[in-house]
């Protein structure tokens, strides 16, 4: 039985074996260089082409076939019994790639085990909003799992676009606007590494969104009046009183269904409020991350405190300390703290908390909670709207881009066979072919 260095250093030599082929080749330039040459110069012009053409699609359909050429791999890697390593390296029952990739992630994580990393540029892609936006809003991502490893399942230059194709105005509610993503165009073959190909219509969150995880995310139900509430439909205080909040008619952003007169809660103390979510019932899925952030306002009116919300397991605090009017958000991290397994707890709440000897008073609005969509198999985005909601053509443009031919090649060529990467860091104990 094969020790796991010798099945790493087997996996690694496959991946040379692409990574030679691929990088050793210069055909996508040369025959393209060609093409232009021999055009309406030769006589012969179609059979030289031809015959190129039948050649270059032999050598992309050997590149074609790195998922059969490393499967074998993986699966010795499954079989592998290994009392040296720790944690012990038992035989797993997984026979197919993807399920095989997920187990050995989990136990590299565990053991403390990478691979080279690909350097993965994210640009921050409400950094280059289109000079002519109306809406005020932005696009977040998330760009690290649930393992806070970088999610390295990415082509190695891709410029990406998100535009608005359909506001309120052309039948998308309010704050829900769509934005169609559009990636780098796709290579022509498997000689070339370029952009995705990939369009992906991703829908604008708003707290609408929320109540398929709260309940009354924007304070529109209540009991009593609005200056003295007895109750707030959904929440609970749990710290504080009651006689410190009341309901304002100064809010965030409206969406669709809020009802007729919105509402933000106004804090004049410190209060906790919370909802349960074993209470309401509410499940998360594992396979991506959550956005959630509330919108607040001091109106110049908080001398002393802090604004605390929280997921489960884990929070984000603002000092409030003489900060000036208008409206924020305050978000649980977008990293992996927005993961299902870093929030996951017994009795999970979500609270919104004033804090720090709390002085003066606080509005808060809009509570958005809602999933993240994939672009494709690598990071995860968010359309956010504020309190101008987008138009159709508003935009914003980025670029995400790896060091592709000098590092991670074991990643690269996981991504290029099944769409896959294993935890990197800079200090790797899973070398690269060399």
Same mark, same amino acid.
């Given at each position: 039985?094969?020790?796991?260095?010798?099945?790493?250093?087997?996996?690694?030599?496959?991946?040379?074996?692409?990574?030679?082929?691929?990088?050793?080749?210069?055909?996508?330039?040369?025959?393209?260089?060609?093409?232009?040459?021999?055009? /309406?110069?030769?006589?012969?012009?179609?059979?030289?082409?031809?015959?190129?053409?039948?050649?270059?699609?032999?050598?992309?359909?050997?590149?074609?076939?790195?998922?059969?050429?490393?499967?074998?791999?993986?699966?010795?890697?499954?079989?592998?019994?290994?009392?040296?390593?720790?944690?012990?390296?038992?035989?797993?029952?997984?026979?197919?790639?993807?399920?095989?990739?997920?187990?050995?992630?989990?136990?590299?994580?565990?053991?403390?085990?990478?691979?080279?990393?690909?350097?993965?540029?994210?640009?921050?892609?409400?950094?280059?909003?289109?000079?002519?936006?109306?809406?005020?809003?932005?696009?977040?991502?998330?760009?690290?799992?649930?393992?806070?490893?970088?999610?390295?399942?990415?082509?190695?230059?891709?410029?990406?676009?998100?535009?608005?194709?359909?506001?309120?105005?052309?039948?998308?509610?309010?704050?829900?606007?769509?934005?169609?993503?559009?990636?780098?165009?796709?290579?022509?073959?498997?000689?070339?590494?370029?952009?995705?190909?990939?369009?992906?219509?991703?829908?604008?969150?708003?707290?609408?969104?929320?109540?398929?995880?709260?309940?009354?995310?924007?304070?529109?139900?209540?009991?009593?009046?609005?200056?003295?509430?007895?109750?707030?439909?959904?929440?609970?205080?749990?710290?504080?009183?009651?006689?410190?909040?009341?309901? /304002?008619?100064?809010?965030?952003?409206?969406?669709?269904?809020?009802?007729?007169?919105?509402?933000?809660?106004?804090?004049?103390?410190?209060?906790?409020?919370?909802?349960?979510?074993?209470?309401?019932?509410?499940?998360?899925?594992?396979?991506?991350?959550?956005?959630?952030?509330?919108?607040?306002?001091?109106?110049?009116?908080?001398?002393?405190?802090?604004?605390?919300?929280?997921?489960?397991?884990?929070?984000?605090?603002?000092?409030?300390?003489?900060?000036?009017?208008?409206?924020?958000?305050?978000?649980?991290?977008?990293?992996?703290?927005?993961?299902?397994?870093?929030?996951?707890?017994?009795?999970?709440?979500?609270?919104?908390?004033?804090?720090?000897?709390?002085?003066?008073?606080?509005?808060?609005?809009?509570?958005?909670?809602?999933?993240?969509?994939?672009?494709?198999?690598?990071?995860?985005?968010?359309?956010?709207?504020?309190?101008?909601?987008?138009?159709?053509?508003?935009?914003?443009?980025?670029?995400?881009?790896?060091?592709?031919?000098?590092?991670?090649?074991?990643?690269?060529?996981?991504?290029?066979?099944?769409?896959?990467?294993?935890?990197?860091?800079?200090?790797?104990?899973?070398?690269?072919?060399?």
């Amino acid at each position: 039985m094969p020790t796991q260095d010798q099945v790493q250093t087997l996996i690694s030599s496959q991946v040379g074996l692409l990574q030679n082929l691929f990088a050793d080749n210069t055909w996508n330039a040369d025959t393209l260089t060609m093409r232009g040459d021999i055009q /309406d110069a030769f006589l012969l012009a179609p059979e030289i082409e031809e015959a190129v053409a039948a050649t270059r699609a032999i050598l992309s359909s050997a590149l074609g076939t790195s998922a059969d050429i490393l499967t074998p791999g993986l699966v010795e890697y499954a079989r592998l019994s290994d009392g040296a390593t720790t944690p012990v390296k038992t035989p797993w029952a997984f026979t197919d790639a993807q399920s095989i990739i997920d187990r050995l992630a989990r136990f590299m994580d565990d053991a403390g085990e990478s691979v080279v990393s690909r350097n993965v540029t994210f640009g921050d892609p409400g950094a280059s909003p289109g000079g002519s936006n109306v809406g005020g809003g932005t696009i977040v991502q998330v760009t690290e799992d649930a393992d806070t490893y970088t999610i390295e399942s990415v082509p190695d230059d891709e410029d990406i676009k998100a535009i608005c194709i359909s506001d309120r105005n052309s039948g998308s509610p309010i704050q829900e606007e769509l934005f169609q993503f559009q990636g780098g165009a796709a290579a022509i073959d498997n000689l070339a590494h370029e952009g995705s190909g990939r369009v992906q219509t991703i829908k604008g969150l708003s707290a609408a969104d929320s109540t398929a995880f709260i309940d009354n995310p924007s304070f529109t139900d209540f009991a009593g009046t609005a200056g003295t509430p007895t109750d707030i439909t959904g929440w609970t205080v749990s710290a504080g009183v009651i006689g410190d909040l009341s309901l /304002d008619t100064t809010v965030y952003r409206s969406f669709s269904g809020e009802g007729s007169t919105p509402y933000s809660l106004k804090f004049s103390g410190g209060v906790t409020i919370e909802q349960s979510f074993s209470d309401l019932g509410t499940t998360f899925t594992t396979d991506q991350p959550y956005l959630v952030q509330v919108a607040y306002n001091t109106e110049g009116a908080v001398t002393t405190g802090d604004l605390v919300i929280t997921l489960g397991s884990n929070s984000t605090l603002i000092e409030l300390d003489g900060d000036p009017s208008g409206w924020n958000v305050i978000q649980i991290a977008l990293t992996a703290e927005s993961w299902l397994r870093s929030f996951d707890k017994n009795d999970a709440k979500f609270s919104i908390q004033t804090t720090g000897s709390f002085s003066g008073t606080l509005l808060v609005d809009d509570v958005t909670i809602g999933p993240m969509t994939r672009w494709g198999t690598g990071q995860f985005y968010s359309v956010i709207g504020d309190t101008t909601p987008f138009l159709i053509d508003d935009s914003f443009k980025w670029n995400v881009a790896c060091h592709a031919t000098t590092a991670g090649f074991v990643n690269l060529w996981l991504y290029e066979a099944f769409g896959r990467y294993l935890p990197s860091s800079g200090s790797p104990t899973w070398a690269d072919p060399s």
